[in-house]
């Protein structure tokens, strides 16, 4: 079975830093895409990132560039956003998921995890 475990929010405050983790398991991250996504109270979900290891592919949206930093560890086949300089708005539940691309569209993520919480104080 495919399936996908994020792990790593938390309450932090403005300024400060976490590390978001994407077990994957049932494929090999290296295989395929995995994007983070978010979802604040009332608004949309957003795509924050993506990396594909296959086709040598990293994406950040512009609201995190400079401050969140994606990586790919086939060792623990995992994914993760480490998220610095967090600020009020990026509070959030953040999904990863899969899908055969690094773009940030929701509709060609065909697995999603079950999302972490995230919220920063100011």
């Known amino acids: 079975d495919v399936q996908l475990q994020a792990s790593g929010g938390g309450l932090v405050q403005a300024g400060g830093s976490l590390r978001l983790s994407c077990a994957a398991s049932?494929?090999?991250?290296?295989?395929?895409?995995i994007g983070w996504f978010r979802q604040a109270p009332g608004k949309e979900r957003e795509g924050v990132s993506c990396?594909?290891?296959?086709?040598?592919?990293?994406y950040y949206a512009d609201p995190v560039k400079g401050r969140f930093t994606i990586s790919s560890d086939n060792t623990n086949n995992t994914v993760y956003l480490q998220m610095n300089n967090l600020k009020p708005e990026d509070t959030a539940v953040y999904y990863c998921?899969?899908?055969?691309?690094?773009?940030?569209?929701?509709?060609?993520?065909?697995?999603w995890g079950q999302g972490t919480q995230v919220t920063v104080s100011s």
């Open positions: 990396i594909s290891s296959r086709d040598e592919s990293i």
């Open positions: 049932g494929f090999t991250v290296d295989d395929y895409a």
């Open positions: 998921a899969r899908s055969p691309y690094c773009i940030m569209v929701d509709a060609i993520y065909n697995y």
